[in-house]
């Protein structure tokens, strides 16, 4: 089993509406959570921390499940500047290293 | 503020060619690492470092080295270039780990590098 695990998609998604998606994580340790954004050619961007309680950013929100363990990201209202790669990242329990999942590819289209 | 620069942005090496892939921060980060993400796959840790004077290996070390002598610096040096290493070379940085657990990286803007 991969240590961070995302659906890669592309999720389409009208311009406007709600999408949201999942990522697995399989250390139970770990404390760190984040997902990134990497737009076409470009470096990864942190878009937001994920948070026990969960937590909102604008039209982002991410939620943590510790039980499950799964953080998620929805995204209301789309919009076209939206598609992109969303990167899960988790850290490793020891150490000082991020583990990258392989992203999920959403399309908003008009 | 520039954060993290890579230089250079492209590169086009023949095979059993060595280069150097230079990586600065400015934000005074102690941890700094050396990712490279391959078409339509994820990024893979090669090597890290903690602080000046310390590295270690990540994932995919082999074919790779580097050096930590300051803490804004942090080069990869590829040896004798295969064509296997033909893809998007990312440095990172961050701060060390706080009372939350790990800090999110900074990216610089990657280096392409094609091995012929």
């Known amino acids: 089993r991969k240590e961070v695990e995302q659906d890669p998609g592309p999720f389409n998604v009208p311009e406007g509406a709600t999408v949201a998606f999942n990522c697995t994580y399989s250390?139970?340790?770990?404390?760190?959570f984040f997902w990134y954004r990497q737009d076409c050619r470009k470096e990864p961007k942190l878009l937001m921390s994920v948070y026990s309680s969960g937590n909102e950013d604008g039209r982002f929100t991410a939620q943590l499940n510790r039980a499950s363990q799964y953080i998620s990201l929805l995204i209301r209202d789309s919009k076209l500047s939206d598609s992109a790669t969303y990167l899960c990242?988790?850290?490793?329990?020891?150490?000082?290293?991020?583990?990258f999942g392989g992203g999920t590819r959403v399309l908003v289209k008009p | 503020n520039a954060g993290v620069t890579q230089t250079p942005k492209f590169r086009i090496l023949k095979i059993g060619q060595s280069m150097t892939l230079q990586c600065t921060q400015d934000?005074?980060?102690?941890?700094m690492y050396w990712y490279r993400q391959d078409p339509g796959m994820g990024l893979k840790l090669i090597y890290y470092s903690v602080g000046a004077g310390i590295t270690d290996k990540g994932e995919v070390p082999n074919g790779y080295n580097v050096s930590r002598s300051t803490t804004e610096d942090f080069p990869l040096r590829l040896e004798l270039a295969a064509p296997s290493q033909t893809s998007v070379y990312f440095c990172?940085?961050?701060?060390?780990?706080?009372?939350?657990?790990?800090?999110?990286?900074?990216f610089g803007s990657g280096t392409r590098l094609t091995v012929v």
């Open positions: 934000m005074n980060h102690n941890y």
């Open positions: 990242v988790v850290n490793k329990a020891a150490g000082n290293k991020l583990t």
């Open positions: 990172a940085s961050s701060y060390s780990r706080g009372p939350l657990g790990q800090y999110g990286y900074t």
């Open positions: 250390n139970s340790a770990s404390q760190s």
